[in-house]
């Protein structure tokens, strides 16, 4: 008797696009993901924490390159964190008049920044987005990693972006929830809940102040230590559980790319080109495998 041809076909390996934190660095995933695309390597899902899920989000909205890039420099630009948050800055200075508001307290105004999000993505909920989309951010009362993977969009970027410090943290349902980078940089093992077989990580470190001479600049660069740190235990931690392939999209970029460098989006974008296309033998041979086989390499 002869075999099922459909039992003979090998089920198709699930690829998932994980972006992690790293601000206007991240456009780099939208160079990646154009070479996989141009390559037949259609993505099952896409995960994004921090400022990752902006440029997550716009992948499974189903935009083309162009299109990304020019909204994500549009989203996120300095005038985002420009305005000071006069109630946050007296509740700072003067804690006894005002009183203090964990759920209100951020140094910076973010109603630009929502002003954006909204225009970018309106109402749109991410369970019907074309593509399957997951955010993470972090529970504010306990530190843990939640998943977002239902909802608004818009409150789903707005927790994942909530800087600590700067934006104010976001209420999602019964949680407060902040910046995602806090309890995962690069959430690798969403994906690997999620069912994916090959992982195509796009990691970035933060970049370290060059001086300190600020109570802000002080801040970053605790979070940048803070962040690159956890980001290189998490990713040693995956690669060795190996319980799918994980394939690291590390861009390499000469010139320095500060929070808000926009107008290097293109740059940016070619470097993460030019970092998917040294992937690509090792992307077509593990795509070849079962996905049995992949899991278990």
Request: aromatic share 8%; net charge neutral; glycine share 6%.
């Amino acid at each position: 008797m002869s075999a099922d041809p459909a039992e003979a076909v090998p089920p198709r390996k699930r690829i998932a696009l994980v972006i992690g934190s790293g601000s206007v660095k991240c456009a780099a995933a939208i160079g990646m993901q154009s070479v996989l695309k141009r390559e037949g390597f259609e993505l099952d899902m896409v995960v994004g924490c921090s400022a990752g899920a902006m440029y997550a989000a716009v992948m499974a909205s189903g935009h083309d390159t162009d299109t990304a890039a020019r909204m994500t420099k549009e989203l996120w630009t300095k005038e985002v964190a420009a305005r000071r948050n006069t109630r946050a800055l007296l509740q700072t200075l003067a804690p006894r008049w005002m009183r203090f508001d964990k759920g209100t307290y951020g140094l910076r105004d973010d109603r630009l920044i929502m002003k954006r999000l909204q225009t970018a993505f309106g109402d749109s909920l991410i369970e019907e987005l074309p593509t399957p989309l997951h955010i993470t951010a972090t529970d504010l009362s306990n530190g843990e990693l939640v998943v977002l993977s239902s909802g608004r969009v818009v409150d789903a970027l707005r927790a994942s972006i909530a800087l600590p410090f700067a934006f104010s943290p976001w209420k999602v349902g019964d949680k407060l929830l902040i910046d995602g980078f806090l309890s995962d940089p690069l959430p690798i093992g969403v994906a690997i809940r999620q069912g994916a077989n090959v992982i195509v990580a796009a990691g970035f470190e933060s970049p370290y102040q060059s001086s300190i001479h600020s109570a802000g600049r002080f801040a970053f660069q605790l979070s940048a230590i803070m962040s690159n740190n956890l980001l290189k235990s998490n990713y040693a931690f995956h690669s060795l559980a190996h319980h799918s392939e994980i394939i690291p999209m590390i861009p390499r970029f000469e010139q320095r790319v500060r929070l808000f460098d926009t107008e290097k989006i293109p740059y940016i974008i070619e470097a993460g080109e030019r970092a998917a296309e040294e992937q690509l033998p090792y992307l077509r041979e593990l795509m070849r495998q079962s996905p049995e086989a992949v899991a278990h390499a």
